[in-house]
Every structure is written in C-alpha cells, then in structure tokens.
C-alpha cells in the first residue's frame, strides 16, 4: 500500500510541474479590440453624452452601467441636454438640483437589453397589440398631501398625509415604432401621432420615438446592454390624474378631479420613514373605488398599470387606457341644458356616486387609441357606448405614464340614463330595488340595447307587508337600511313559529350576521325578479317575470298570480318610455302566486280530488312543516316552471274504467298486495308526470309548438326519451289544445279552470286524460 501511495505522489507532483511550466498565451486571450465596452464606457467612447454621464455620476447607477447587469439605456446627447438645460436656467448639469437629476436618469433606464424587435414582444412573448412600454426604475416619491386641500376625498382629515403616489410601482416609458403604428393588430395611425403630442411633426416610417423625443439613433451596442439616443431629455410623466392639477391648465379640470375624488380614500400602508422630517411616519396611498360592476369609477386614473379590465392580466406592457376629461366650463354648461341629470340634480355634489360613476364612465376608454382621431368615427368607451368624438371638441392632449389624457370642451352624455336603469339610478326611491338589481349583476343588462324591458318600480315606502317568497304565510317590510345599502334591515311577521317574526339582521348587533344579511338579499332578489319583464308590454296578454312566474297585463295595469286570486290589481303611477323598454311607477308590488300546485289544487278539489287522490297514490305528496303545512310535489324541480294539465275528476275516472290506472282511492289501494302496490304505485306516477308539461304555457296564443311532459316511457343510450305532445295555443277563446305529435289527433282540450297560477306551475283543467 505505501508503494501505491508514494507512486501516487509522484505523478501528482509531476502533473502539477507540467501544469505550473504552461502559460496561456495573453495575446490568445485579450479582450478583442472590436468588443463594446459597458453601456458607460460607450457613452464615453462616443463623445456625445457628457451631460448624461455628469448625471450618472451624481447617482448610485454609474458603478452598475460601468461593471455588469443588462440594461437599456435611452440616453440623451448634449445637444439634448443644452437645449434642456437652457430652457430650464440651468448652465450647467451641476447647477441641476439633486432630485432632477436623479428623476431624468431612472427614466431613461429599464433593466434587460431590449433591441427594436424585443421592444415589440409582450414580457416574454409575442403579443396580439404588440408591446410599446417598459418599466423604468423610477418611481414617484413619497409626498405631503394636505387634506384641508383634497375635500373631496372620502373621510378625510385636515391634516398632512404621508402619501405613496406611485402604489410603489414603476412609471413606463413609451415608445412609438413602425409595428406598432398602421397594423391591422392595432388601430392607432401615423396621423395620430401629431394630435397625441402637438408640435411634433408625423412621425415616419421607419422611426423611432420615445413620448415626443425622436431616436437619433437605435441599437447602440453595449457589453451589458443597448443605448438608444434621444433627441431631448425626457422628465417622469405624471400619470393621468396628477395631470387634472398640472399648472398649464390653469385650474380648467379642477371640477372633474374633484368628482374623481368623491372615490377616493386614504388608504393606511403603515409606518414609513418621512423623507421630510426623518422621522417614522404613517404611510398612505389614495386610492379609487374602481369595477364597472358597481357602477364606480371603471379604472383608477391614478394607477400605473394598465387595469385588468377584459381579463385577469396585468397588460401594463402592450397597452395604455385612454381618459376624457371635460373642462369646468363644459360640466357647468351641461348641468343648465335640457337632460336626464339637470331634471334631477343642480350639482355633481349633489348627486349619489352611483350616478356620478355612470356619468363619468363614459369618458373612460380601454385603450388609448379609442379616443384618436382614426377612430372617432366608431368610438367605444369601457361600457361599449358609442361615444361621438370630434376633433374640434378638444382642447388638450398629453401622454401621461399611464395613458393617453385628452381635455374637451363638451360633455358626451351617457346612454345609461335612457335606459330602464335610468329611473332606478336617478330617483334615490327606489335604492332598494337598485341595490337587489347591482347585487344580481343585472344593472349592466339593463344599460343594454337589443333587449326591450318592461320594469315595474317598487318604491322604497311599498316594501310592506309583502309576502315572503320562501313562505305561504310570512310577509315581510323593509325597516331600513345603511347609507351605502351594505346592510337592508327587514321584518318578518306570519310566520307560525314566532321566534321567527322579528327584524334581520339584528339592528342591535355590532357585526350583522352574514347568513341573516344573505337571507334578507336572496328575499328581496327574487321578489324584485318578480317586478322585471324581458319585453315590451305591447298588448292585453300573460307575461313572463325573470323569476319565472306570470303577470296578466290588461292594456291598463296588471296582476301577478296572486293578485288574480285576490282580484286585486297593480296600478301605474306613470309610464316612462325608454330607450330599451318602459319603466312603470307602481302603486304596489305585483303579488306572485300563493300556493304550491298540490295546495293550489287542494284548494279547488270539487274539480280535482280523483287527481289528488292520484297524486297521493303515486307517492309524490310531500309536506313541509316549515312552510305551515304548505304541500309539494316531490319530483318537481322549482328552480324550473311547468304547466299542469290537470285532469278532472271525470277524466281521471275515465282513465280508471279505460284501465290506464288503478282507482287511486287509498281505500282501494289499502287492499291491494304489497307486489300490486307497489305496481300501482308505478302507474300512477306515470300518469300524473304525463300531465307535467316541462314549460309554462298561459292561454298566450303564443306559446306554441312540441312540448316535452315529465313521463319517459324509454330509455335510449342513457338518455330519457320522453313523452311529448303538441301544443295549440288560442287567446282569443282563452283554450288550451293538446295534440298526438304523430298523428295529430287531438287528445284533450282546457275547460273549466285555466290559469291558474301556482308557485313555478302553471294549471289548466282539462276534461279528458294525457296519453
């Protein structure tokens, strides 16, 4: 072993000689002379950027350029930077203040190398609007806002704010090149340059711009990175909103800012130090009540990024939105001209932020091009209104870090206010029924077109006494509500276990119940469900609600299904038409049907008791005890609504002596066998979903055609072959005709009882049996 280890030595000692005895050849290895220096030494190579490197100097990004990392530099030259400096008072870059120099050199600088094609890719591939932004390393700093000067802000104090006006996001910069101008990807046009930044001549093809400065020249290659040289020095933009209060305007946007405003809040980020007392400082951000879904602000103004608003994606890199922005003069005009917020308001203070919100949307744009001349032919805000743009109609135009900010001297009226939304949103008497239509989502729906409503207005003072939906017997009144209808506080009487009949949520409580909050929304949705009509009411005839069930319109006024057993009526106040249908005051809610169908039927059983007794038979009665003594059918799905061809009681005694089914009497069942049962059973269950129709059929004259009934006598592949009938349906003699889909023979006719309105079911009488 100690002769392998000494022979080991030896070669190593010998490899280490022959190692140690090699050089590599310097000349070999030496850094090529062709090879670019870092970005720092290229600026200094090229004799042009002494001002910009003086700026590098006096900050912490001079080491980096020099030594490593990636970069994009977009670098101005001297003749830039005299131009600056002489229009600024400046003789020199050292008699710049700290902080400008410092602002001009984060914005010219974005980590990685990106060369004229790389800038077109969205993050880390290509893009269907193709790219013209970048992240800069500059950020807004942290400033002193005053409260006693933003009183418009939400429940602000008179005091300083230590404010993050950049959400500690990064400004872009923008740029302008050929792939992103005359594309079919895109719809900004060369044109379109010249009116985005006045005095700039067109930009042609082949150029190059950044905001307004042209590139003298592209690609300048850098060991660590790419410079491209401007033709002016570019200061941070502010972002749309810090634009409103920009000194050139003169104060001519203070109005709109103070509108935005009324969105806006001081939002705690926690403690920070305070730049400008040293000390540790709670730190704020103002921000926005944005979401077109609440019909607020439809983005922040304020914010850097692009907002999310077709997708879950930050786009921020390939897009900018685009603002309207009418000056104090326009807005003051409006409010004095004919129209829907001048019959209501007489000032934007006065108004709630619901309509503030849907009157400022419409200057909201989600792409900055939206709002160019190439396309104010076909301009279409966030709420895809049509919004007719002219160009003689603006007064200012600036791209700011964010987007695109275009003053105008005119208002461009919103459609909202034409529409069934209209008198919902404009008259603060029916917020309970507005705040159930936002809660459902629908409001959007009913800002429509192409879809004509008929809106049947419950005022706030006749929620009373109106019956539960979820009950036969409680009646419910709202009691209240919270300013910004977060919380509905309603009472419940009726109901037969009297723990039950009291206020929900608790008005007492500190934190309102979540469930009880849920069960008083889901109560007052269905009810204003049973108020809304998806058309026109053109004509004496039955209707459809969107919970399903039916009003009978008389030409005058109309009736819900319980109404018509009560022979009450539902008066109108007055008529509004409207863009995309009527709106109508009523003089009470419309009362949907009582009963579910057993109880229907039970109420009428001098015509129907063979059917009941038919029902019971085949096992599908079902008694709820929390409805006080309410029966169902247990096979029918009540998210869904049907028609009951009920057949009398002859019919049904018909079908017995036919031997279709076994007398359903239980006095004869009771005899049977426990095998004859249950066959029994089976028949009479058959026979009565033959007489559930999976659709609702009011003698409309309308409803017509091929109907599917509950009962499949087959099965083919797993799927249920059901039993279907054809339907004739005549207003005039108010009659119901039930055809064999094969041979067209008619199998029964309505009689007697029609119309009867059950909850989700409608019932017809008819004098002979389905088959």
């Not at 830039?80 to 203040?97: D, I, K, T």
């Not at 879904?293 to 786009?315: G, H, Q």
Request: aromatic share 12%; proline share 4%; net charge negative.
């Amino acid at each position: 072993m100690g002769k392998i280890q000494n022979l080991f030595l030896i070669c190593m000692l010998g490899l280490l000689v022959s190692f140690g005895g090699c050089r590599p050849d310097e000349e070999e290895f030496a850094r090529p002379d062709t090879l670019a220096g870092p970005v720092y030494q290229q600026l200094e190579s090229m004799g042009n950027f002494s001002h910009y490197l003086q700026c590098l100097d006096r900050t912490e990004y001079a080491e980096p350029l020099k030594t490593g990392g990636s970069w994009t530099s977009f670098a101005p030259t001297d003749e830039a930077f005299n131009a600056y400096l002489q229009a600024n008072g400046y003789s020199s870059v050292a008699e710049m203040p700290q902080y400008k120099v410092e602002d001009i050199v984060k914005y010219s600088l974005i980590i990685d190398a990106y060369n004229t094609t790389t800038l077109t890719f969205y993050k880390n591939g290509w893009y269907a609007g193709n790219s013209f932004r970048r992240y800069t390393l500059y950020s807004d700093s942290l400033h002193v806002v005053k409260g006693s000067e933003n009183p418009y802000l939400q429940e602000v104090q008179n005091k300083d704010y230590l404010v993050d006006r950049s959400r500690t996001r990064n400004k872009t910069t923008n740029y302008f090149l050929d792939l992103y101008i005359d594309s079919d990807k895109n719809a900004i046009e060369r044109s379109d340059y010249t009116y985005m930044f006045p005095g700039e001549r067109e930009l042609l093809e082949g150029e190059m711009r950044v905001f307004d400065s042209e590139v003298t020249e592209t690609e300048i290659v850098a060991e660590n990175g790419l410079i491209y040289a401007l033709a002016k020095v570019l200061e941070p933009k502010p972002n749309m909103y810090m634009n409103l209060s920009s000194e050139e305007y003169g104060g001519k946007y203070s109005m709109f800012k103070n509108m935005l405003d009324r969105f806006g809040y001081m939002y705690y980020m926690g403690l920070e130090e305070n730049p400008y007392t040293g000390v540790e400082d709670s730190l704020f951000q103002i921000r926005y009540q944005t979401g077109i879904a609440n019909n607020f602000l439809a983005f922040d103004p304020s914010d850097e990024i692009m907002p999310k608003l077709l997708n879950n994606v930050d786009r921020t890199y390939a897009d900018a939105t685009g603002l309207l922005v009418p000056t104090n003069e326009a807005l003051i005009n409006y409010l004095q001209e004919d129209n829907e917020l001048a019959k209501n308001y007489d000032s934007y203070d006065d108004m709630p932020l619901d309509v503030l919100g849907i009157f400022l949307n419409v200057n909201f744009f989600t792409q900055f091009w939206d709002v160019c001349p190439s396309q104010f032919a076909e301009t279409f805000n966030v709420g895809l209104e049509t919004v007719n743009m002219n160009e003689a109609d603006v007064v200012d135009t600036k791209f700011c870090s964010n987007g695109l900010f275009v003053g105008v001297n005119k208002i461009y009226p919103t459609t909202s206010f034409a529409t069934v939304y209209g008198p919902l949103v404009l008259n603060t008497d029916y917020s309970v029924m507005l705040s159930s239509i936002k809660n459902m989502g629908l409001d959007n729906t009913l800002k429509g077109s192409g879809i004509d409503f008929s809106i049947l207005g419950i005022r706030n003072d006749q929620w009373v006494n109106i019956p539960d939906p979820n009950s036969t017997t409680r009646k419910i009144t709202i009691e209240g509500y919270t300013e910004d209808m977060s919380v509905i506080y309603m009472s419940v009487t009726g109901d037969p276990d009297d723990s039950n009949n009291r206020t929900y949520p608790d008005p007492t409580s500190a934190s309102p119940s979540s469930t009880e909050m849920a069960y008083v929304q889901e109560t007052i949705n269905d009810i204003v469900l049973n108020q809304m009509i998806k058309e026109g009411l053109d004509q004496a005839n039955y209707y459809q609600t969107e919970k399903g069930e039916f009003v009978y319109f008389d030409g005058t006024k109309v009736q819900g299904g319980g109404d018509l057993l009560n022979g009450e009526y539902v008066n109108f106040d007055e008529v509004t038409q409207l863009s995309n249908g009527k709106f109508y005051a009523t003089d009470k809610f419309v009362n949907p049907p009582i009963d579910f169908t057993y109880d229907a039927l039970e109420d009428n059983s001098s015509n129907f008791s063979q059917f009941l007794m038919a029902i019971d038979g085949a096992g599908a009665k079902l008694s709820l005890t929390t409805y006080s003594g309410a029966t169902l059918i247990n096979f029918l799905d009540l998210r869904k609504t049907y028609t009951l061809f009920a057949p009398n009681n002859d019919a049904v005694l018909q079908a017995v002596a036919d031997g279709v089914i076994p007398d359903p009497d239980p006095a004869y069942l009771s005899t049977l066998s426990q095998l004859d049962r249950a066959i029994a059973t089976v028949q009479l269950l058959n026979f009565v979903k033959t007489h559930f129709i999976q659709h609702p059929i009011p003698t409309d004259g309308q409803t017509t055609g091929e109907y599917n009934s509950l009962y499949y006598p087959e099965v083919i592949d797993f799927v249920p072959v059901y039993l279907s009938f054809d339907i004739e349906n005549d207003f005039a003699t108010q009659q119901v005709t039930i055809k064999d889909t094969d041979s067209g023979d008619v199998i029964a006719k309505t009689s007697g009882i029609t119309n009867l309105f059950s909850k989700r079911v409608v019932i017809h009488e008819i004098d002979s049996y389905l088959k």
